[in-house]
């Protein structure tokens, strides 16, 4: 992890701190462009599950490192948990999907209860073997 600063903010009535969605991304992927990242990762969940991300989040204004205060995507804690737990469970069920099916010896074969894998009968394999003996 970088030493990049998460912009924050307090908001008093709520009592709830806010943080930069963009600044947590850079932190956590430690991406090139997390801006870039951001945009992509709304379009993708908006595509594939029909959810906007930037409901769940707020646009507040934060001070930048020039001084100046732009709107910026923030989240609460309850929100960036959310961003990110739907964001890596897809990447968990994409891995998993891409995982390579075990390999099974012979399309009849089965494992057995000792976990070797055992022919299953078959009357045509059977009649085979006897024609080549």
Request: charged share 30%; net charge positive.
């Amino acid at each position: 992890m970088t030493n990049t600063p998460i912009h924050r903010h307090f908001d008093e009535a709520t009592e709830t701190w806010y943080f930069s969605i963009v600044d947590v991304i850079a932190v956590l992927s430690e991406s090139v462009n997390p801006r870039d990242y951001w945009f992509r990762m709304k379009v993708r969940v908006k595509v594939e599950d029909g959810l906007e991300l930037s409901t769940i989040c707020r646009q507040l204004k934060l001070k930048s490192s020039d001084g100046k205060k732009y709107a910026t995507d923030c989240a609460n804690v309850e929100g960036l948990l959310g961003i990110f737990q739907s964001a890596f469970s897809r990447i968990r069920q994409r891995l998993l999907n891409c995982s390579p099916e075990p390999k099974q010896l012979h399309p009849t074969s089965r494992p057995s209860s000792k976990g070797i894998l055992r022919r299953k009968y078959s009357p045509a394999r059977s009649a085979l073997m006897r024609e080549r003996s």
